[in-house]
Nanobody, 117 residues
Framework: QVQLVESGGGLVQPGGSLRLSCAAS????????MGWYRQAPGNQRELVAT???????NFADSVKGRFTVSRDNAKNTVYLQMNSLKPEDTAVYYC???????????WGQGTQVTVSS
């Protein structure tokens, strides 16, 4: 079973930046399209970004132009660079297989992002 470990979250002021990382165990990581998801208190988990195996990404409208996604298949890691952060970006962020690309792995613990002055 693949294990996912997210890191890089924290408290940041509006307009600030954070870079999240998601490390996956297992050698099959590189063939999967991965997604970054987030869940704010009282809300359902939502997809914010996807990245296919070749590195091409797609983004939710709410983060388009502010977030970028990348991956290092040699390190089994995907990254989410978040710029111009807004209070509404506050959530626990998770990574997992992108929708439509296979059965999801067990969710990791996520990493908390709090955007507040």
């Amino acid at each position: 079973q693949v294990q996912l470990v997210e890191s890089g979250g924290g408290l940041v002021q509006p307009g600030g930046s954070l870079r999240l990382s998601c490390a996956a165990s297992g050698s099959i990581f590189s063939i999967y399209a991965m997604g970054w998801y987030r869940q704010a208190p009282g809300n359902q988990r939502e997809l914010v970004a996807t990245i296919i195996s070749t590195g091409s990404g797609n983004f939710a409208d709410s983060v388009k132009g502010r977030f970028t996604v990348s991956r290092d298949n040699a390190k089994n890691t995907v990254y989410l660079q978040m710029n111009s952060l807004k209070p509404e970006d506050t959530a626990v962020y998770y990574c997992n297989i992108a929708p439509g690309y296979g059965q999801k792995w067990t969710w990791g613990q996520g990493t908390q992002v709090t955007v507040s002055s």
